[in-house]
């Protein structure tokens, strides 16, 4: 069966992605949606590959040190993605995929400049063709229960909960896309809240309900 291969992956799958460049001492929290199931059965799959789960964001928030000399402790980056093909799909490679990163506000000029290299590197190639650099509010959030949720502005907004028991709809279910970039553990939720209607990518989207986002901690 095309998706046998992917049932095997384990429920905290750990991803390392090539990195840009190097970054001593940074931690933080990582925060991803996508408009596909990452936790889900073969079946569910099976259904949306290919049709959906071309789109993302990956936000992170560090909470201490830097990135090439550049201390970015307290501050926020989003990456919104969107391929010509379902994220993460290993049968299927994507040729074109784009993003527009979006940069804390509250960074200084030489911050917002390496908040954008800290992205590319963690991103890898995923944030290989950056259409449009934007600087917003941010507002990131992580609760005592799992949840998490960020904001940028009026652009970018997720918003998660964490798995229970109305989210086992097949019996089957495994961590099948693991995360789009390197982290120390990052669990799958709900998104209660998934839009992107920023300029830069040629579409905008809104994605609740789905079993499509990952909270974790990230350090390198």
């Known amino acids: 069966m095309r998706f046998a291969s992917r049932t095997l992956i384990p429920a905290l799958l750990l991803v390392v992605l090539p990195s840009a460049a190097s970054a ?3 931690a933080g929290t990582y925060l991803e949606a996508r408009t596909a199931d990452v936790y889900t059965g073969p079946c569910f799959a099976n259904s949306e590959v290919g049709l959906v789960g ?30 010509d093909a379902t994220l993460g799909d290993p049968y299927t490679e994507s040729r074109t995929t784009e993003s527009v990163l979006i940069v804390d506000a509250a960074a200084d000029r030489s911050q917002r ?27 990131f959030a992580l609760r005592p229960n799992g949840a ?9 907004a997720v918003r998660t909960r964490p798995l229970d028991h109305r989210d086992h709809l097949c019996g089957n279910e495994t961590v099948f896309y693991p995360p789009l970039a390197p982290t120390d553990g990052a669990v799958p939720g709900v998104a209660i809240e998934h839009t992107w209607q920023g300029p830069g990518l040629g579409a905008t989207w809104k994605s609740p309900g789905k079993r499509s986002t990952f909270v974790g901690r990230f350090s390198r």
């Open 113 to 139: 400049s390496a908040l954008e290299g800290f992205a590319r590197g963690m991103g890898g190639v995923l944030l290989a063709d950056v259409a449009r650099v934007e600087a917003a509010d941010v507002t």
């Open 148 to 156: 998490a949720s960020v904001t940028a502005g009026d652009l970018a």
């Open 54 to 83: 071309n789109e993302a964001i990956m936000a992170w928030r560090i909470e201490a040190g830097g990135w090439d000399g550049v201390d970015l402790s307290g501050l926020s980056v989003l990456a919104v993605v969107r391929s």
């Open 24 to 26: 001593a001492g940074v």
